[in-house]
């Protein structure tokens, strides 16, 4: 694309570049032309005014030229700009729905694992009150026997004291 513009750029500068060369050998080969002067004036006049015209015709064409590739620029950089916007635009969106995806699924697994840390939670309570009672159950059961082995070895004791005081009489 920039080729092409610099060579209608080029194009222009070297027509006008040829246009002027031509009228500077016109106008020398006029002076040593064998014509009379006002003949040779009115002569390098319709030349000057015809390359004039020529050269006026060329800075209009190449003007137009020019416009158009402005243009022609402008609209082909308006869409390109549109085109970016919309895929900018596109892309925004994306990543807005991945980041409340993302979001979601964070809540989503936080709220389940809070849900399986309140269910362990409870099952830990319920083990420590059941092991608890059982401990209680086991302390008084323990109680229970040992207040029953005291209670064995007191009337084993007085039975003991009957017979030696028994024994102690018989014998004495």
């Not at 004791?157 to 009489?169: I, R, T």
Request: hydrophobic share 35%.
């Amino acid at each position: 694309m920039g080729n092409k513009e610099g060579g209608g750029s080029g194009a222009g500068l070297f027509i006008a570049g040829l246009l002027m060369g031509g009228a500077v050998g016109a106008v020398i080969a006029l002076l040593y032309a064998p014509r009379r002067g006002d003949e040779t004036r009115d002569y390098l006049k319709q030349k000057t005014t015809e390359y004039g015209d020529t050269v006026k015709s060329k800075a209009s064409d190449f003007t137009e030229t020019a416009k158009a590739k402005a243009n022609e620029f402008s609209e082909k950089a308006s869409d390109v700009a549109g085109t970016v916007k919309t895929k900018a635009s596109e892309m925004t969106e994306a990543v807005k729905s991945k980041a409340y995806d993302v979001g979601e699924t964070v809540k989503a697994q936080a709220t389940s694992l809070s849900a399986k840390a309140s269910d362990t939670l409870s099952t830990v309570k319920e083990t420590a009150q059941s092991l608890a009672e059982k401990g209680r159950s086991l302390v008084s059961q323990q109680k229970d026997r040992l207040g029953d082995a005291i209670d064995a070895g007191k009337q084993a004791a007085q039975e003991k004291e009957q017979e030696l005081k028994a024994s102690v009489e018989a014998a004495g």
